[in-house]
């Protein structure tokens, strides 16, 4: 439970340090935070086109708004992995100077770099819920919510410290970043339910834990459903991944002074 305690003990540092850097993210650009606005949304518009007007893409039972928020419902807690995936992979290499300081230790970097790159999820979320509710789509289960932005930063946090720990040694590893994000979105069922997929491509689903995260958000946001299996199996994913990910990264910090 070191790494829980861990977190815990600098919770204040490490939310003033995630705010500075959302603030730095921003600052000099002529729309400053209105950019965490503006990125899902475009992401969104992008997705809509493509998958309404190109593929010509029509769920029985869903007017074509009614698709768009679905796309959201799963491309909302995509993009908030997706940016932190890009930033925390190389987030020790980007810290050279913070290895061997004891007043904000470096396990903490990765954490830091999650945080901030959260906001996206977060603002995405405030737009989609008041027009559901606006539309009179208010469900018990939303309530769920919280549990599982807390369930997905868990799994996010464990797995940047295993990848941002290897790519001190590897850093081969923070150039396919952005081919494993391409890969994940083409993989990750942010744009089509679970019916579309076909029976025979679903085993190819089961090892992706993006798969579980986006379906149990578009259950409990749009669906009104709470998956207790899938729920299940994502818990114990991130609890893994999270601890795992500690045990590598405490095992491993003590050598990243001789390859930085």
Do not use: C, H
């Not at 995630?18 to 990125?39: E, Q």
């Not at 679905?70 to 993009?79: A, K, T």
């Amino acid at each position: 439970m070191k790494a829980a305690f861990e977190l815990w003990k600098y919770r204040r540092t490490l939310f003033a340090t995630a705010w500075s850097d959302i603030r730095g993210k921003y600052r000099g650009t002529f729309l400053g935070m209105g950019w965490s606005i503006l990125y899902p949304i475009v992401f969104l518009i992008l997705y809509a086109v493509v998958y309404l007007f190109i593929f010509k893409i029509r769920l029985p039972n869903y007017t074509p708004f009614e698709y768009i928020l679905l796309i959201f419902s799963g491309l909302i807690p995509f993009l908030g992995f997706s940016e932190s995936l890009s930033t925390g992979v190389g987030s020790v290499l980007a810290n050279r100077g913070l290895i061997r300081n004891t007043m904000f230790p470096i396990e903490l970097v990765p954490v830091k770099a999650v945080l901030a790159s959260s906001v996206t999820m977060i603002v995405g979320l405030s737009i989609l819920l008041p027009i559901l509710w606006l539309r009179g789509t208010i469900l018990p289960s939303q309530a769920l919510i919280p549990l599982l932005l807390v369930l997905q930063l868990v799994f996010t946090i464990g797995l940047i410290w295993l990848l941002s720990a290897l790519n001190v040694f590897f850093q081969d590893i923070g150039q396919m970043t952005g081919v494993m994000i391409l890969f994940l979105m083409l993989v990750s069922p942010i744009a089509y339910t679970q019916d579309m997929i076909p029976a025979a491509l679903m085993p190819l689903m089961y090892p992706n834990p993006l798969f579980y995260m986006i379906m149990l958000y578009r259950d409990t946001i749009i669906l009104g459903e709470i998956p207790l299996d899938l729920l299940g199996i994502f818990t114990l994913i991130s609890l893994t991944t999270f601890f795992s990910g500690y045990y590598v990264f405490n095992r491993l910090k003590s050598l990243f002074a001789d390859y930085v």
